[in-house]
C-alpha cells in the first residue's frame, strides 16, 4: 500500500466496474484557473420570493401549504412524466425507447437558511422519513423500476433555489449506474453467497483507516475508490437492501451520520460545501434482490478552497477520473476537522 | 421517430453502450441558479505573464524556445509518471495498480490571444501534424498501451491559461472509455465483419439530419446519443483507425473541419464557446484493432447562452445524463449558423 502513497496509480471500483487514476504527487501544484463565488448571502427564515417556502405560490399558480416539517410536490418541470410514449425505435445504430416517470421535489424544511448540515438531527430525521415513504409509494408503481432520490447542494451543483430540498426521478427503466451497480453486486453474491457491500464494510472496519463516523446503525467512510477529492459513502451495518426496511432506530441513525459528516463537510473549507449525494438501492421492479445494499454517495466537487473545485474535465471525460489527493488523505482531512458545525454557538 | 421530438425518451450510446435521458418538453424551464463569468478579457498576441508564450520562463526554470508554429513539452505538473511502480495491490475487494505514463503539453500557437476557432485552417493543419507526430512517437513505447489527446478549453472547462494549447496523457492501461470503445466496437465488428463507426456514418450521410459539414475526408455530426448540449463527433470518411494513417490531404481535411465545428461554436453564443475536446483511436498496445476508427469528440458544457451551462450533477452523476434539446434541435441550430467567425472582417 505505502509505494502508493506518493506515486500514480489507479484503484478499482468494484461497485461501478470502473477505475479512478491516482496522482498523490500532483496535490501541489499551482492553481491559477477559474475560482468560483464564496456566495453566502445573509439568508432569511423566510424568504418571500423563495418558491419552496412554505404559503408562498408557485410558477404553475399553486399555492405551498404551511408545512411545519418536509412537504412534497410534483416537480413543475419534471424531466419524466407519466405519459410518455412506450415505443421502442431501432434502426441500425439509432436506438431509442419511450421513458415515463415520476419527478418530485422535497422541501426538507420549513427554514428557508438552513441546510443538512445545521438542522437539527431530529429533523433530519424525518427528512429521511419522507424519503422512505416516497421511496414505497413511487415504487409500487407497476411502470417504476427504480426511485432515485438526490440533493444538488448549492449553486456550483446547479441547484437554484438555496432553500434546502431534494429531488427523486422515480423511472420506468434502470438508469446507468444503478444498472452497474446491480450487475456488480449481482456477480458477487452469486460468487460468495454475501452482498459486495457487506464484505467491503467489514474490510473497511477491520482497517480503520478511512472510517469518519459509525453509530449503532450506519457507518460513513471515504471508498477506497473514491472519485471526488472529499466522496464519502454512507453504508447501513446489516444487510438493509432498501430504505424502507430500516428499523425506527436506524431511520436515526442514518440521520445523526447524514448529520455528521454533512457538519464536517462545511468546517472543511468554512463554507456552505456544495455536493450532490443520493441513495442507491435495490430497483422496484418487483424482485427480491438479495444482493442489494442501499447506500448514499456524497460527491463534493471542491478540492482546495471554499473557491477552487476539482474539474472533471478533457481527460476525466474521455479516459478515466483523475485525483490528486488519496481516498486515505481526503480520509485524514476530513477526521481531524470538529463535529461542530462552524456557525454554531 | 417524430413522437420522440417532444417526449421523454432514452437513447442508447452504441460506441459506450450507455444511455442518455432526453427531455425535450423540457427546453423551456426557467433558469434561476448559478450563471458564469462571460470572461472576454482583451488579450496580448504575447503576454510576458504567460508561461506558454515563446522565449517565456515555466515554473521549473525552463525557457520556451522561440517556436513559430507548435511547441511541445512534457507537463510540469504531469498527473502520470515513468517511474511508477508496477506492482498490483490486491486484498478482498481492494485492488490497485501502479499506472505510468507521459503527460505532455502541445502549444498550439505562438499568439496567445487566438483559438483554434480563430486560427487559419493551414496553422490548424500544423496542430493536427503534431498530434499526429506525437501519437506515434508516443505510442512506440512498449509501456504504453493508449494515447490520449485532448485539449480544456476555457476557465469553465478547467483550463487554466487562454493561451491555445492541448494536453497530452499516455498512459501503461487503457483509461475506462477507451476500454468500453474497443470492447463495444470488437463486438460489432466480430459479428458484422464492418467498423461500428463506418456503418454509423453510412446512415447518418443517408439520413443527413444531424450533419453539420462534410468534406472530402471528414464529417462533423451531432451524434444520435449525444449527451452535451452541443455535443458533437468528427469522423472520418474511410476506415482510419488512428492519426498516423491519414494521407497528407486528410490531415487538411481534418484541419477544416476543426475550423468550422470551432467557428459555429464560438457563434453560436457569441462567445469564445468552452469545451472539452479529444481523439479517440486505437490503443497502441501491439494489436491490430481493425474494429478501431479514430474519431474527435467535442463536449462543450454551454445550454442557453454564453453564461448558462448545463450542470451534469445530481440525476446525471448517479443515474444518467440527461439533456433538455434533442439532438435534432442541436444540429439544426448549429446548422444554421454562418461559417465566418463572428469577430472576423
Ligand atoms: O492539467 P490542467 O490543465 O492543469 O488541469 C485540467 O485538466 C486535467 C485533465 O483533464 C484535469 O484533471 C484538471 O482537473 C483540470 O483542471
Ligand atoms: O432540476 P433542477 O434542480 O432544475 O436541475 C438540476 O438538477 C438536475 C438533475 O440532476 C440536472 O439535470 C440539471 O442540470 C440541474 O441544473
Redo the contacts between chains.
Keep these: 500500500?505505502n509505494?502508493?502513497s506518493d506515486?500514480?496509480?489507479?484503484?478499482?471500483n468494484?461497485l461501478s466496474g470502473?477505475?479512478v487514476?491516482?496522482?498523490p504527487?500532483?496535490a501541489k501544484?499551482?492553481?491559477?484557473?477559474?475560482v468560483e463565488d464564496a456566495v453566502v448571502p445573509d439568508m432569511l427564515a423566510h424568504d418571500p420570493e423563495c418558491y419552496l417556502c412554505a404559503g408562498n405560490t408557485r410558477?404553475n399558480g399553486e399555492k405551498n401549504p404551511d408545512y411545519e416539517s418536509t412537504f412534497v410536490f410534483d416537480n413543475?418541470?419534471?424531466?419524466?412524466?407519466e405519459d410518455?410514449?412506450k415505443?421502442r425505435?431501432e434502426?441500425?445504430?439509432?436506438?431509442?425507447?419511450?421513458?415515463?416517470?415520476i419527478c418530485r421535489v422535497i422541501c426538507f424544511s420549513p427554514r428557508h437558511d438552513l441546510t443538512l448540515a445545521r438542522m437539527p438531527v431530529a429533523d433530519i430525521a424525518k427528512v429521511v422519513d419522507t424519503w422512505v415513504a416516497q421511496y414505497e409509494e413511487l415504487g409500487i408503481h407497476p411502470h417504476i423500476s427504480?426511485v432515485?432520490i438526490?440533493?444538488?447542494r448549492g449553486?456550483?451543483?446547479?441547484?437554484?433555489?438555496p432553500h434546502p430540498h431534494g429531488?427523486i426521478?422515480a423511472?420506468r427503466?434502470l438508469?446507468?449506474?444503478?444498472a452497474k451497480e446491480t450487475e456488480n453486486q449481482r456477480a458477487y453474491y452469486e460468487k460468495h453467497g454475501t452482498p459486495?457491500l457487506m464484505?467491503?464494510l467489514q474490510?473497511e472496519l477491520a482497517l480503520g483507516e478511512r472510517i469518519l463516523f459509525e453509530n449503532d446503525g450506519f457507518v460513513v467512510l471515504v471508498p477506497?475508490w473514491a472519485v471526488w477529492p472529499f466522496e464519502t459513502m454512507v453504508l447501513p451495518k446489516r444487510h438493509i437492501r432498501s430504505m424502507e426496511e430500516m428499523t425506527e432506530k436506524e431511520r436515526e441513525d442514518l440521520a445523526e451520520a447524514l448529520s455528521k459528516i454533512t457538519i464536517r463537510y462545511d468546517n472543511l473549507f468554512k463554507t456552505s460545501f456544495p455536493y450532490?449525494?443520493?441513495f442507491?438501492q435495490r430497483p422496484t421492479d418487483g424482485h427480491d434482490h438479495d444482493e442489494w445494499v442501499m447506500h448514499a454517495?456524497f460527491?463534493p466537487p471542491l478540492l482546495r478552497s471554499a473557491t477552487v473545485k476539482k474539474?472533471m474535465?478533457?481527460?476525466e471525460?474521455?479516459?478515466?477520473?483523475?485525483r490528486d489527493l488519496t481516498a486515505e488523505q481526503a480520509a485524514d482531512r476530513l477526521r481531524d476537522l470538529p463535529e461542530t458545525h462552524y456557525l454554531a454557538g
Tied chains: 1, 2.
Aim: aromatic share 14%; proline share 7%.
Design positions: 500500500m509505494m502508493f506515486h500514480p496509480h489507479r484503484r478499482y468494484p470502473e477505475w487514476l491516482v496522482s504527487h500532483r501544484r499551482p492553481w491559477q484557473g477559474q410558477i413543475d418541470f419534471a424531466a419524466l412524466t410518455a410514449p415505443q425505435f434502426d441500425g445504430l439509432l436506438l431509442a425507447e419511450g421513458e415515463s416517470g427504480h432515485q438526490f440533493e444538488n449553486a456550483m451543483m446547479g441547484c437554484s433555489n429531488q426521478w423511472s427503466s438508469p446507468n449506474e444503478a459486495l464484505a467491503y474490510q477506497y450532490s449525494m443520493g442507491h454517495h460527491l474539474f474535465v478533457g481527460f471525460l474521455l479516459g478515466s477520473p483523475q
